[in-house]
């Protein structure tokens, strides 16, 4: 049996945004029944923002939770933005999916593409599937494949199965699927290695909303309580912190100090370079 986070559960058993919207701007549509999941996408385009979004799916309870999640996690957004989100987002949202549920994110992905790439009219229903296909079972072609290897640095073909379900039936398409992995893979390390290193991936807000959190509760407070003191993270704003002081830190004069050169400093250092800690 899988472990479901917390928050999973609360989107299966109560998933938000659920339905169509009669005049959607923009539908996208993934799966199929046949295959044992599909999803169906609606979005509300207002001034280049999506306003709202709603879905329909069949499918198992983390295709209903990450459908859920992905409607609460557009609205707002312009389109662009709304592009930027990754399967891995949807994931991080609900607090992580078993592995063997990963590509119910991805369908999340895929379906939100659709519906932009409908919105825009770059789409149309009868549009053939790009590449060949690889898995018959489940309809998965070599450049869905490929770009879920890329994205999400898959390295087994139990991987590729996890978030493409390509190999998960009949099982005859394992040998292309593992020729596919082999030549991806050799790809992406020849890329590294002509390739010099770079600056260090930019956080989402949502990763940086974590991380953050994760630093106070295991590293800062601790410290601070150890004095008398807390510290409460109030909120995150890109790159601004905002947290309030407790107990004798509250109090102390030097608390400008505390959150500057402690504070700041050690959530730079890990999280973000430009993060600026302001005390709510």
């Not at 292309?176 to 020849?190: C, H, P, S, W």
């Amino acid at each position: 049996m899988w472990d479901y986070t917390d928050k999973v559960k609360e989107h299966f058993l109560n998933p938000k945004n659920v339905g169509k919207i009669e005049d959607a701007d923009g539908v996208g549509e993934v799966g199929s029944l046949a295959c044992g999941d599909a999803l169906r996408l609606f979005i509300k385009v207002e001034d280049g923002r999506i306003v709202d979004a709603r879905f329909q799916t069949f499918g198992c309870g983390s295709a209903i939770a990450s459908s859920s999640a992905l409607t609460e996690m557009v609205k707002g957004k312009t389109l662009d933005e709304a592009l930027q989100i990754t399967n891995k987002d949807i994931a991080d949202y609900l607090g992580g999916l078993p592995k063997e549920k990963m590509h119910c994110s991805v369908m999340g992905r895929e379906a939100l593409e659709a519906a932009i790439n409908n919105y825009r009219g770059i789409e149309t229903p009868d549009q053939p599937l790009e590449g060949e296909v690889v898995c018959e079972c489940f309809g998965v072609t070599d450049v869905q494949i490929r770009r879920a290897i890329e994205e999400n640095d898959l390295k087994s073909v139990e991987d590729v199965t996890h978030y493409t379900k390509a190999g998960g039936g009949c099982e005859r398409c394992l040998p292309d699927i593992e020729k596919i992995l082999a030549e991806v893979r050799g790809a992406m390390e020849t890329r590294a290695e002509r390739e010099p290193p770079g600056p260090p991936a930019r956080l989402t807000n949502l990763q940086r909303i974590q991380k953050v959190q994760q630093v106070i509760d295991e590293e800062i407070r601790p410290s601070l309580q150890a004095d008398g003191g807390d510290l409460e993270l109030v909120d995150v704003d890109g790159t601004k912190v905002y947290v309030s002081l407790r107990g004798t830190c509250s109090n102390c004069p030097s608390s400008q100090i505390t959150l500057k050169s402690g504070v700041e400093a050690r959530l730079r250092e890990v999280v973000d370079p430009d993060i600026q800690v302001l005390e709510a």
